[in-house]
């Protein structure tokens, strides 16, 4: 990770180079890294809501910003954990839908499954769970998504 002192030392290069040498987003005035920072102490301490509003400042400050989509992830993390399965859901469907590149979706969809599982939206919960399989094989999450389905089929469900 950078620092605000090596992102000025990138600027001043660019700037000597002949280029023009703006600073980085974050580290302007607290930055959309600070307050990722800061969002994320809140969440490892278990200060659900404060994390929940602390994320949610982030991403309105800096909706299209490197931090975004980890920051809507863990807003749809914070509601998985506190059982607000609505805002789980629509943290984790606005991730996939809005940062569809972001190394974040397979989680996303996973925990998206997940949160239509809870729900006993048993269709809409194997859907997500089988794109994810079929997406994104070989890693953890296919992985996770197929042991809930053998589990979800176990059940009868």
Same mark, same amino acid.
């Given at each position: 990770q950078r620092s605000a002192t090596d992102s000025q030392q990138s600027a001043r290069v660019l700037t000597d180079s002949g280029l023009l040498g703006l600073p980085a987003p974050e %580290?302007?005035?607290?930055?959309?890294r600070d307050l990722y920072r800061e969002a994320f102490e809140l969440?490892?301490?278990?200060d659900y809501p404060a994390a929940r509003e602390a994320f949610a400042e982030m991403i309105s400050r800096y909706p299209q910003?490197?931090?975004?989509?980890?920051?809507?992830?863990?807003?749809?993390?914070?509601?998985?954990? %506190?059982?607000?399965?609505?805002?789980?859901?629509?943290?984790?469907?606005? /991730?996939v839908t809005?940062?569809? /590149?972001?190394?974040?979706?397979?989680?996303?969809?996973l925990k998206l499954g997940y949160v239509y599982d809870e729900q006993d939206q048993r269709t809409d919960a194997r859907t997500v769970l089988e794109e994810v399989v079929r997406r994104f094989p070989n890693t953890t999450e296919a992985r996770l998504a197929q042991g809930r389905l053998d589990q979800m089929q176990r059940n009868g469900n």
């Open positions: %580290t302007s005035s607290g930055g959309e969440l490892k301490a278990r910003g490197q931090f975004a989509d980890n920051g809507r992830y863990w807003l749809g993390e914070i509601g998985y954990v %506190t059982q607000d399965y609505s805002a789980a859901e629509a943290q984790f469907s606005r /991730l809005d940062y569809p /590149l972001s190394s974040r979706v397979p989680e996303a969809m």
